[in-house]
């Protein structure tokens, strides 16, 4: 027998492969139904009409005056709080029916169209340099950016100016007058300089405001000096037009206008307290307990020397006029005041019977009086006089004196450098001065306000941009950036380290201060 032949394996055609799957049964799927009556159905058409809208909003308004009510009889002081809401719903009303739920997101569309607007002065006020200032010796120039008006504050002169210590973008404006004869209203103002065509709150007064200062720690605290001798303080936080706090007759009040306040550092209590100063010759330190102002006086300013013997042998003085002050940087307790008869005080907090002493300073009203801020001895004051002096407190003449040909209205140090500050006079110019590029003069004289008639009253310099803001006696608010040589910081030596701070500040100063000292004698 043959054997047997393995059978052959068929290979797989590798071009007609299938492969081969099972498919498990899948159980049928159960149906459920239940019988129901289709829901209503009704046609409805109808045209929106202004009555329908009108009706609608009237509706909602009702609404909240409902819940207001329901809030005002849980609170103990109803009747308090039921005036200030009447009064909140007038100026509610007065504005288009409750733009209030959109107030934050309007806001910022509004700061959108003006940086848009004005596109041109924000790129200048972040980027341009005047490239003129290289081929320029030792000269500076000021670049308008933007102006600040409003309609309400037409015909009322710029009294005060202060930027906020937190945000370097808002500033407040005291609008009052300086005219006695014609005293009116007053109205403060808060700008921001992310909107330059509408202010972001505003107040008014009964009498003008004649000055005003922030608060370091509370930035939304401004306190308030009144041309009728009252002082205020405005909360930020409640935005009615009304001062969270008044002084009145029976506290205290001055009489006659308040030209400076000043906030100082928290009493012992941890109380708010602030200092004013008036026409009357009274410095008073008004201290905020339990929601109330409390004062006391400081000081009385008496004119040296002018005592007189009025009936029975009594002995009159003549008060003196206080119109400036300022507070020491380091030693707290000391302070300078300037007055209408051209003098300047050197006070202390601790006592009130004497002066430490006294500086025969302009023939006129001292207009301000500012101390260095880096500089602990030196100080500056203007005048109606046309002169600005700067002083070192430990002597009794003045260290520099400018003649500016105009009453200068205010001074301001920069806070960047110790020998760089800016004057503004009545016949609408503003001087810068950089006393370690040049001792003898300004190094920028620029008018600022177009018309002849229009004077300048205020300047500040911004605590972090290189700009200042001027303000007029036509209400307007104008914002200038510094050109490069007005503020030119060391320069770089090779293989050296630029050094900055208030020690390199306070040397360059000195410098300048010891050689008048040296000259001072020999003359």
Not at 147 to 167: E, H, I, M
Not at 200 to 217: K, N, T
Not at 391 to 399: A, N, Q, V
Request: hydrophobic share 35%.
């Amino acid at each position: 027998m043959a054997p047997k032949q393995p059978r052959e394996r068929k290979l797989t055609n590798q071009f007609n492969f299938s492969e081969r799957a099972s498919q498990t049964f899948n159980n049928p799927l159960r149906d459920r139904e239940c019988q129901m009556e289709p829901p209503p159905r009704t046609n409805f058409s109808a045209t929106a009409n202004q009555w329908e809208i009108y009706d609608a909003y009237v509706e909602e308004l009702e609404k909240q005056e409902k819940t207001k009510e329901k809030e005002k009889t849980k609170t103990p002081v109803a009747k308090k709080m039921g005036k200030i809401a009447k009064r909140k719903m007038t100026s509610m009303e007065s504005q288009s029916d409750d733009i209030t739920k959109v107030t934050q997101a309007a806001k910022i569309v509004e700061r959108m169209v003006n940086q848009n607007t004005y596109d041109d002065v924000a790129q200048d006020f972040k980027y341009y340099e005047d490239a003129a200032d290289e081929y320029r010796d030792q000269e500076g120039t000021l670049l308008p950016l933007w102006k600040f008006q409003n309609d309400k504050a037409k015909r009322l002169a710029v009294t005060a100016l202060c930027w906020n210590p937190k945000y370097k973008d808002l500033f407040a404006v005291g609008h009052g007058s300086y005219d006695f004869m014609k005293q009116s209203r007053g109205m403060l103002l808060l700008y921001s300089m992310k909107n330059p065509s509408f202010p972001e709150y505003i107040f008014s007064s009964d009498s003008g405001i004649m000055c005003l200062d922030m608060h370091v720690d509370h930035p939304y605290l401004v306190a308030v000096g009144h041309y009728d001798g009252n002082v205020a303080i405005y909360n930020l936080k409640k935005p009615h037009s009304q001062p969270a706090f008044r002084s009145s007759a029976k506290s205290g009040k001055h009489t006659d206008p308040v030209w400076q306040v000043k906030w100082q550092k928290d009493d012992m209590d941890n109380n708010l307290n602030f200092f004013s100063v008036s026409s009357d010759g009274r410095i008073v330190s008004w201290t905020l307990v339990k929601s109330e102002l409390v004062h006391t006086d400081v000081i009385k300013l008496k004119v040296e020397s002018s005592s007189t013997e009025g009936l029975e042998g009594l002995q009159l003085h003549t008060m003196g006029c206080g119109t400036a002050f300022d507070f020491h940087k380091e030693i707290d307790y000391m302070f300078l005041v300037g007055t209408e008869e051209g003098k300047i005080y050197k006070c202390s907090k601790s006592y009130s019977s004497q002066f430490l002493d006294t500086y025969d300073a302009h023939n006129m009203a001292v207009d301000a009086v500012s101390w260095n801020p880096y500089h602990t001895k030196v100080f500056m004051s203007c005048s109606s006089d046309w002169t600005v002096k700067i002083w070192d407190h430990t002597i009794k003449t003045p260290m520099f004196i400018y003649d500016l040909n105009s009453a200068v209205g205010d001074v301001a140090w920069a806070p960047y450098s110790s020998t760089v500050f800016a004057a503004v006079t009545t016949n609408g110019k503003t001087h810068v001065f950089d006393l370690s590029i040049n001792k003898y003069e300004a190094i920028c004289n620029q008018p600022v306000v177009a018309k002849k008639k229009n004077k300048i009253t205020h300047v500040q310099f911004n605590p972090i941009h290189p700009i200042i803001i001027v303000g007029d006696d036509r209400g307007h608010v104008t914002c200038l950036k510094l050109s490069p040589n007005l503020r030119k910081m060391p320069k770089e030596k090779k293989g050296q380290e630029v050094q900055k701070g208030p020690a390199v500040e306070i040397a360059k100063l000195d410098k300048l201060l010891n050689l008048v000292r040296e000259v001072k004698p020999k003359v």
